[in-house]
């Protein structure tokens, strides 16, 4: 932790970045994002088991890219949604400096974002096995009382969107959901808006979703939504192969082989 | 009491399954009227989202079909919409929305036969699936609670 601070204040002082992204101490015994400018501060940076917040996604937002050149604090899966939106054309190799934190909480250090990407093959993406089986479990019950399921999981959720904020690839200025002529997501925290909110949402980060699960630590319900993002992971994975962000290979859901193969179209 | 009539949307593509449905009417094949068809421009522009809306709406079943792959006007909308569905069908499968309610089917301008038998045996898969009061359930939440 000390290079990294040493790292963070040398890259301040020198001019090399204007803005350190890291996390520090928060209120009671939570972790928060801090935003150094000044030297000096550089001692408030912290690790530890309780840093989960994906700080990447400050990477795309106005009022940071305002502050100027970033240096970001990246455990691997802040190392992983840089490397997808790289891919995606928000980030470039001049655009920030990564302070990547490895497993055993050592910093470092990339060159490029290539670099992260050949890093981040040593480190790939794997679903928990308790996951799977949950997800297992799920698809097991008859399908009304799946459904029922998650009318009722998701019935807590009253459309806060922490969840969408929280989401390093949900960077678009303007969602869908505040499509409003005509509304296309109900507003109201009922059954029928939370039901499609869900869906969407699960949906247009398939084939993107780098499992941090941010989504679901940033829920103030506890609602279980990672799980269709693990889900539909899964999905990408058996059927359009290996997964994991790449800086050369278009996502899932962006590209296509004419040989995929399904059973279920006529 | 009266029979159960299914309502099916489909939503269609522009260049080969709604000529086909269209050759379909020329050649005079008789086939179920529960069908109401939704013209794109491509498989590749329907938003997953529209057979949500289908289902809210009160539509017992959906059929999705364009054109047979490597045959799309636009050369890859239909591998697109493929892969698009392959993932979508995994979730609302997670999900308990019922995937046997949705067919999905290659039909060619000259399939007018093909497109007959695709509504006709969808119109009697979802007549023995009963009509979908699962999702009615939950599309009509705020009409039930004004009406306690």
Known sequence: MNELIKKAASLLESGAVKVVIGYGKGSTDRTQAIFITKVEDCNQLIFDSRCIQNLAVYLTKAEIKRMGKPAIMAPLPVLRSIVQLAA???????????????????????????????????????????????????????????FQYWVKELEPCFKCYACRAACPLCYCTRCTVESNQ???????????????????????????????????????????LHLLNKSLLQDVEENFGSYGPSLNKANSLSSFNPDDKESFIR | MTEFEPKIVAFVCNWCTYAGADLTGTSRIKYAQNVKIIRFPCTGRIDFMLLLKAFSEGADGIIVSGCHPNDCHYTSG???????????????????????????????????????????????????????????????????????
């Open chain 1, 88 to 146: 995606e054309n928000q980030l470039s190799d001049e655009s920030l400096v990564v302070l990547g934190v490895s497993p055993e909480s050592n910093l470092v250090e990339f060159e490029s974002l290539a670099a992260i990407e050949s890093y981040l093959q040593e480190h790939k993406i794997e679903i928990d096995e308790k996951y799977r089986k949950i997800i297992e479990e799920i698809k097991s019950k008859p399908v009304s009382e799946r």
């Open chain 1, 182 to 224: 005509p509304q296309w997501i109900p507003v109201a925290s009922h059954q029928l808006g939370n039901l499609e909110w869900h869906v969407m949402r699960a949906m247009h980060l398939a084939g993107r979703c780098t499992d941090c699960e941010a989504c679901y630590h940033a829920c103030p319900m506890g609602i279980p």
């Open chain 2, 78 to 148: 239909n591998f697109h919409a493929r892969r698009r569905w392959i993932t979508f069908r995994g979730l609302l499968d997670l999900m308990g929305i019922d995937v046997r309610r949705i067919q999905y089917s290659w039909v060619s301008a000259a399939e007018g036969a093909k497109w007959a038998d695709v509504v006709n045996s969808t119109v009697t898969t979802i007549r023995e699936l009963g009509p979908y009061t699962d999702y009615a359930k939950v599309a009509n939440y705020l009409e039930k609670e004004a009406n306690v």
